[in-house]
């Protein structure tokens, strides 16, 4: 890579050369990587691609390789099952973080943690067991993000050992929202919700089954959350997981969209020398309104009772009594054990 434009082969070979490790496994990753990288050299401006997108978009790479040497060396987690719960898929800003971490909290339910999240495989010499290492450097990470930017707290709350959105681990795969939430690359943006991201959801089953291998081979359901699965995934989440409920959160989309480009504003502002505000608005205005289309569409193919629906108005006045409608409605028990947990 230059100091002013991102190279796929660069971020290849450096991924490599930092691991040690050669073998991708299955490269259909390969076609995302190639416009994501075309889209931020292109429109998104960026000040410091080395530092900034280049680093996200190599880690990711590092953990490719990772996650294909965890396998060859723990061929048993192929074994663990993943069971989902449910998928939280409202737009951001409706009360699905509220709703998440109160699903989460069930006994019998679980969720991915921060710290999980951004590093799911272990560090070198990891005790099993014993994920402090990764933890206390996921507090680190957080400390760092609320010094640059001190605004985003109010605006999302961020938690090393909080539950947070498995989009953070699609971020591997190059189809996610998170990119062109970080940086003005609208092409990229539209382009991705288009594609099929059944590959992209079969790899997040290949994190989640290290995590949980992780753990101890935990056996709980899993609460899915990110409105990426709205904003392009969709069709992903149902070919790898046909049967799961979905939990759509609203809210005005008048309240949504300025709470979710002040997020956005946060992390572009100062990495990008093209990024609007006008032009932003508009653009996420698009998405919402296309990712809203697209569901609408696909929900009247779903069985009845497939979609739990939630207000914000409840979520945030009767949270407890607004989770227990949602538990029943999947067609599971809500009882002390439940309700002391949230």
């Given at each position: 890579m230059s100091g002013t434009e991102?190279?796929?082969?660069?971020?290849?070979?450096?991924?490599?050369?930092?691991?040690?490790?050669?073998?991708?496994?299955?490269?259909?990753?390969?076609?995302p990587l190639a416009r994501?990288?075309?889209?931020?050299?292109?429109?998104?401006?960026?000040?410091a691609p080395d530092a900034g997108a280049g680093q996200r978009i190599q880690g990711a790479l590092m953990d490719r390789l990772g996650l294909v040497q965890y396998f060859k060396d723990h061929p048993e987690a192929a074994d663990e099952i993943i069971e989902p719960a449910c998928a939280i898929i409202?737009?951001?800003?409706?009360g699905s973080t509220v709703m998440h971490r109160l699903l989460a909290s069930a006994p019998d339910m679980t969720s991915l943690f921060w710290w999980e999240a951004c590093f799911p495989l272990p560090f070198p010499d990891e005790k099993p067991g014993d994920p402090a290492p990764r933890i206390a450097m996921a507090h680190q990470i957080v400390e760092q993000l609320l010094t640059e930017w001190?605004?985003?707290?109010?605006i999302d709350p961020i938690e090393a050992e909080a539950v947070a959105e498995e989009v953070i681990l699609l971020d591997r795969t190059f189809l996610s929202t998170t990119y062109d939430s970080m940086m003005p690359v609208p092409s990229y943006g539209f382009w991705q919700?288009?594609?099929?991201?059944?590959?992209?959801?079969?790899?997040l089953v290949k994190f989640m089954q290290v995590i949980q291998h992780r753990r101890g081979g935990e056996q709980k359901k899993w609460v899915l959350k990110t409105p990426h699965h709205l904003l392009g995934g969709m069709k992903?989440?149902?070919?790898?997981?046909?049967?799961?409920?979905?939990?759509?959160?609203h809210r005005d989309v008048g309240d949504v969209l300025p709470s979710y480009c002040s997020m956005c504003a946060s992390l572009s502002v100062g990495a990008s020398t093209t990024y609007d505000p006008m032009k932003q608005g508009r653009y996420w205005t698009d998405r919402f309104r296309n990712?809203?289309?697209?569901?609408e569409e696909l929900r009247q193919a779903l069985p009845a009772g497939r979609v739990i629906d939630v207000k914000y108005r409840d979520t945030v006045t009767d949270p407890i009594g607004t989770v227990e409608k949602v538990i029943k409605a999947m067609g599971l028990d809500f009882d002390k054990a439940e309700q002391l947990a949230m």
């Open positions: 991102l190279s796929v082969d660069v971020l290849l070979a450096n991924a490599r050369s930092a691991t040690g490790l050669h073998d991708f496994g299955n490269e259909w990753f390969l076609n994501l990288v075309a889209e931020a050299n292109a429109d998104a401006g960026l000040v409202g737009l951001p800003r409706t001190p605004d985003f707290e109010s919700s288009e594609q099929d991201h059944e590959a992209a959801y079969r790899d992903g989440l149902l070919a790898v997981f046909p049967d799961i409920n979905l939990v759509m959160t990712g809203l289309q697209r569901f």
